[in-house]
């Protein structure tokens, strides 16, 4: 009988360690799936801001001796935007350039950042799981874009550093705009 007692007794308690561990299982397993998920091609990525026409801003001058790391999307303020790859938030903070902004880690490790929010959305939370075209924030003029019109600054970014987002996002019909 004690031996009974004693194998259901460790029987409960495995049950037990791997109901805990199960959502940490099965978050390493998404995690490591989206890092070797191939990464986005030509036009395979959905619009942040469906419906706002853009130009190709990458590379363009800023202060400082910078280039333009991105494109810039206009878009009345408040507009939510909508995240382009699944993924895991990696940060939600401020910053002097960006302001308000929202990273994700993306599909084969490429980093998607939404810079200068007037706000996040409400119950996004670092570490959660977004899906592509979940809303994570709403345009505005945050951080050194203050002034000027809303838009969203959206950027991608590798190991090695920026890459062009434009010919990787689809364009609304008609082609690209000046935004």
């Known amino acids: 009988m004690r031996r009974l007692f004693r194998l259901l007794l460790v029987l409960a308690l495995l049950v037990g360690a791997a109901a805990l561990l199960w959502p940490s299982i099965q978050r390493a397993q998404r995690y490591a799936a989206l890092l070797s998920a191939p990464v986005p091609t030509t036009r395979s990525l959905p619009h942040p801001l469906p419906g706002q026409r853009f130009a190709d801003t990458w590379g363009a001058a800023r202060g400082g001796g910078r280039q333009h790391e991105g494109v810039d999307i206009f878009a009345p303020r408040g507009t939510p935007i909508l995240a382009t790859t699944p993924g895991v938030v990696l940060n939600i903070g401020e910053n002097r350039l960006g302001g308000r902004t929202v990273m994700i880690l993306g599909p084969g490790g490429?980093?998607?950042?939404?810079?200068?929010?007037?706000?996040?959305?409400?119950?996004?939370?670092?570490?959660?799981?977004?899906?592509?075209?979940?809303?994570?924030?709403?345009?505005?003029?945050?951080?050194?874009?203050?002034?000027?019109?809303?838009?969203?600054?959206?950027?991608?970014?590798?190991?090695?550093?920026?890459?062009?987002?434009?010919?990787?996002?689809?364009?609304?019909?008609?082609g690209a705009g000046s935004g």
Do not use: F, M
């Open 110 to 174: 490429q980093r998607h950042y939404y810079a200068h929010l007037e706000r996040y959305r409400e119950d996004l939370k670092e570490g959660q799981w977004v899906e592509a075209g979940d809303v994570v924030g709403y345009v505005g003029d945050s951080g050194n874009a203050k002034g000027t019109p809303p838009h969203l600054h959206y950027g991608i970014y590798t190991a090695r550093g920026a890459i062009n987002p434009y010919p990787l996002l689809r364009q609304e019909e008609g």
